[in-house]
């Protein structure tokens, strides 16, 4: 995860020079807020996957946790964020914006000061070149997705991600990949950090928005497989109907498109990478690189 400078509050700092002090309040209660965005290398040189909805969505985090102002506008995130990447001098990177909250230690937020950070590092694929191919294998965890109402599931609040720790901890040690998560009611909700989609009968089927994060690949990845000629039907989807399903793969800004081959020990479908997860990687990996029809619309090019 290293890089020669992280952006902090409009500087450059060198990477060893980046620290924060103990007393941080985001370390001690979890108050901050983060984002995960994506830059690949292509002809025209590092693009940035989606960055205008990345920073919304950062902001709005912000404002379900309930900043009264954010920092910085927008825009000053994305020059910030081009600047970051250039310095580094990275083609594919992945960026990691944080806010996190200093000065007085506390419960009350407001009594804080706000900071915002960008680092940036290069990373392959999060859950293994072999998983991209082959398919990987997860595990439904015995920990319960939030309840909505408890900490808010459309935020990548730092302080939820204690819950998806707890998963993914638990899921490696146990010999697995990854975590699936169900929501309070015993819906599929979705993963420690990607969302789920399943193939039944040529139809695609994910869980409904209301107890997710809204991932801005799940919408991409809706989008795209319109343009394959899949439809999506958005509605609640059970545990076993994902052992059921001919296909299942998650999908998140670390993943990318990542098939899943078993689940609970059971081999979904086959136990290989399916047809339709097969052509929407192609077809994202094509269009991340510049060379889909959607590039125009999707890629933030550094100059
Ligand atoms: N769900 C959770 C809980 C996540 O942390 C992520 C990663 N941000 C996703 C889904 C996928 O979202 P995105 O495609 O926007 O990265």
Known sequence: MKSDYIWIDGQLIPYAEATVHMLTGTLHYGYGAFEGIRAYATERGAAIFRLREHLERFI??????GLVEFPYTQDELRAAVHQTIRVNG???CYIRPLLYFDGAMGLNMDAATPHVSIATWEWGAYLGDEGLEKGVHMMV???????????????KITGNYANSVLAKTLALRAGYDEAIMLDPEGYVAECSGENLFLVRKGVVYTPPRATILEGITRDSVITLLGDLGYSVVEEPISRDQLYLADEVFACGTAAEVTPVRMIDHRPVGDGRRGPVAKA??????????GEGQRSAEWLDYVA
Not at 280 to 289: A, I, M, S
């Open 60 to 65: 709005g985090s912000a404002r379900v946790l």
């Open 141 to 155: 965890s015995s920990f319960t997705r939030h309840h909505i109402n408890v900490t808010m599931t459309k935020a």
């Open 280 to 289: 929407l990687q192609d077809l994202f990996f094509q269009t991340v690189r």
């Open 90 to 92: 990275f083609q594919g």
